[in-house]
């Protein structure tokens, strides 16, 4: 079966950092582009970043772009968010995503597998 599970979310202070990890299942995780995407209560689900077959070849959103980064290590199938300089409006519900798009995409419908999303609280 195929399965994205997402980990690493929780509670923390403006201003902090948080690592998010996806571990995937099911498919050949090295022919996938992986997306990260998170969508706060009330609202559309937005693209965050995402990182194509060539893992030198990030994308990130402009309001995470220089605070956050995707990486992927092919040999544990993990896609990570590292997320710094956290800020409330980051707070969300952060998914994970693969596409087999090898050039990867913005856009949550180019996306073939999503994880069950762990939540992110950016409060004082």
């Known amino acids: 079966q195929v399965q994205l599970v997402e980990s690493g979310g929780g509670l923390v202070q403006p201003g902090g950092s948080l690592r998010l990890s996806c571990a995937v299942s099911?498919?050949?995780?090295?022919?996938?582009?992986m997306g990260w995407f998170r969508q706060a209560p009330g609202k559309e689900r937005e693209f965050v970043a995402f990182?194509?077959?060539?893992?030198?070849?990030?994308n990130y959103a402009d309001s995470v772009k220089g605070r956050f980064t995707i990486s992927r290590d092919n040999a544990r199938n993990t896609v990570y968010l590292q997320m710094n300089s956290l800020k409330p409006e980051d707070t969300a519900v952060y998914y994970c995503?693969?596409?087999?798009?090898?050039?990867?995409?913005?856009?949550?419908?180019?996306?073939?597998?999503w994880g069950q999303g762990t939540q992110v609280t950016v409060s004082s």
């Open positions: 099911g498919f050949i995780f090295s022919s996938y582009s």
């Open positions: 995503a693969a596409t087999s798009s090898r050039l990867g995409s913005q856009y949550p419908r180019g996306y073939n597998f």
């Open positions: 990182i194509s077959w060539s893992a030198f070849i990030p």
